[in-house]
């Protein structure tokens, strides 16, 4: 267990007694707890794990804690500790504490669901979805917490879409469960149950693509940003603070589901056209010509072709396309006008500028975040959506704000050699520094 940090070995030495203590009352009644039912149901989870991408696991858990008291419901967990499916060493030290984690869910929604004992349908559906939302709960919640810590992962990151998380599975599995465990005392018996198999395994396979479809999505944006920052690397970190700023402003706009991950997608995204602009151009020493001006300024083009094939990216394409319009039709590329561009576009936009006016750049320092919203304020109505400032506005006085990343190993704060791009700079910087004349001054984004 050495390879894993302390506080995620504290937290397994913690869990697994835990577990152990859990399912010991069952093992100590003996010929009172029904083994028979237990040894079937615990040999269906330790298939399961095997199985590939479909796990049997989840519904076998809740079947068992629709019908067999607490203790014995938390045994069916513990042959994990040998068959379940981790990746990366120490094996033993995983395998124990999915099976703990399991252990402990699977006890608390078998309390939650003594009721289901006696009740008939419909009556039991209510049962039987609050023990499995309390199953998932408490996975989604012990893995978030070992993540944190066994990843060195930011607390928001390692808790975002614990709703999803929670929500879809116990909706998918716990009337599939119910279903099981009906015919489980039905006439038919344990093997008329093995009918409700067919089912949960079509589900599991379901949530599984789902999971690995998301997981691909994610991994595609990381390659694409990752792209940008190693060509123009003094913008590191820039590209996925504007998609946290763009669904903060969003969320305040009422913006959720589909919609509130395309903002966070576009938000990321937004410079990925930069992939198609010369790197001589990005890191050029000193002010740009007007001609290399333009051809920088294609990046927003650029992107909107880069991603045109990328089905789930269908909806980011019009904001990594417009971000750099202006509501008085004097940005760039088609110089659209206030109503003429997307919304998705002036959440961007809004976004952009505020992370490149809070963040230090090699030609001025980061702003106070008071002093980019009055920036923006000042801009509103000429360059930027009002109602995008203030829901910025409102999102950071809830939130508040971190713009800056840590630099890497040897880098230094400020880079000394970078090109300068003309839309990041600001009207007034906070402390004085030289310009070249010929710099268009106004406040927001990136070229």
Same mark, same amino acid.
């Given at each position: 267990m050495g390879a894993l940090p302390a506080a995620a070995r504290a937290g397994i030495a913690c869990a697994v007694p835990a577990a152990v203590a859990c399912g010991a009352p069952a093992v100590c009644a003996g010929r009172h707890t029904p083994w028979a039912t237990v040894a079937l149901l615990a040999a269906l989870c330790a298939l399961g794990e095997r199985l590939p991408r479909c796990s049997l696991t989840p519904p076998a858990l809740l079947t068992g804690a629709f019908l067999l008291p607490p203790a014995a419901a938390a045994l069916l967990a513990w042959p994990l500790a040998l068959t379940a499916r981790v990746t990366g060493p120490p094996r033993w030290a995983r395998r124990s504490w999915r099976a703990a984690m399991y252990a402990l869910a699977t006890a608390a929604a078998a309390r939650l669901c003594a009721p289901l004992r006696t009740a008939r349908l419909p009556g039991a559906l209510l049962p039987a979805l609050a023990g499995a939302l309390t199953l998932f709960l408490v996975v989604a919640v012990l893995d978030a917490a070992i993540r944190t810590a066994a990843e060195h992962r930011p607390v928001r990151a390692a808790w975002r879409g614990l709703p999803r998380e929670v929500l879809v599975p116990a909706l998918v599995y716990g009337p599939t469960a119910l279903l099981t465990a009906v015919l489980w005392h039905s006439a038919y018996g344990p093997p008329g149950a093995l009918l409700a198999l067919p089912p949960v395994c079509v589900c599991s396979w379901f949530l599984d693509r789902c999971r690995r479809e998301r997981a691909a999505h994610q991994a595609a944006i990381r390659a694409l940003v990752q792209a940008v920052d190693l060509k123009d690397h003094y913008t590191r970190g820039h590209s996925e603070r504007v998609g946290r700023a763009s669904v903060?402003?969003?969320?305040?706009?009422?913006?959720?589901?589909?919609?509130?991950?395309?903002?966070?997608?576009?938000?990321?995204?937004?410079?990925? $056209?930069?992939?198609?602009?010369? !790197?001589?151009?990005?890191?050029?020493?000193?002010?740009? !010509?007007?001609?290399?001006?333009?051809?920088?300024?294609? /990046?927003?083009?650029?992107?909107?072709? @880069? =991603?045109?094939?990328?089905?789930?990216?269908?909806?980011?394409?019009?904001?990594?396309?417009?971000?750099?319009?202006?509501?008085? $039709?004097?940005?760039?590329?088609?110089?659209? !006008?206030?109503?003429?561009?997307?919304?998705?576009?002036?959440?961007?936009?809004?976004?952009?500028?505020?992370?490149? @006016?809070?963040?230090?750049?090699?030609?001025?320092?980061?702003?106070?975040?008071?002093?980019?919203?009055?920036?923006?304020?000042?801009?509103?109505?000429?360059?930027?959506?009002?109602? @995008?400032?203030?829901?910025?506005?409102?999102?950071?006085?809830?939130?508040?704000? /971190?713009?800056?990343?840590?630099?890497?190993?040897?880098?230094?704060? =400020?880079?000394?050699?970078?090109?300068?791009?003309?839309? /990041?700079?600001?009207?007034?910087?906070?402390?004085?520094?030289?310009e070249p004349e010929h710099r268009p001054a106004h406040p927001g984004g990136a070229v």
């Open positions: 903060l402003i969003a969320r305040e706009l009422g913006v959720a589901g589909e919609r509130l991950e395309a903002l966070r997608f576009a938000g990321t995204l937004h410079d990925v $056209g930069k992939l198609g602009v010369p !790197t001589r151009l990005l890191r050029k020493d000193g002010p740009l !010509t007007p001609e290399e001006r333009r051809v920088v300024q294609l /990046h927003p083009q650029y992107g909107h072709e @880069m =991603v045109r094939g990328i089905g789930f990216l269908a909806e980011a394409r019009a904001a990594i396309l417009h971000h750099h319009e202006r509501l008085d $039709g004097s940005g760039y590329p088609l110089g659209l !006008t206030d109503r003429q561009i997307p919304e998705a576009a002036k959440v961007v936009a809004v976004a952009d500028a505020f992370d490149a @006016m809070t963040s230090t750049r090699s030609y001025s320092r980061a702003r106070p975040v008071p002093a980019a919203l009055a920036e923006l304020r000042r801009c509103a109505g000429s360059q930027f959506d009002p109602r @995008m400032v203030d829901a910025l506005s409102r999102a950071l006085d809830r939130h508040g704000w /971190h713009p800056e990343v840590p630099a890497e190993p040897g880098e230094t704060a =400020v880079p000394r050699r970078r090109n300068v791009p003309p839309d /990041h700079l600001p009207d007034r910087l906070p402390e004085p520094l030289p």
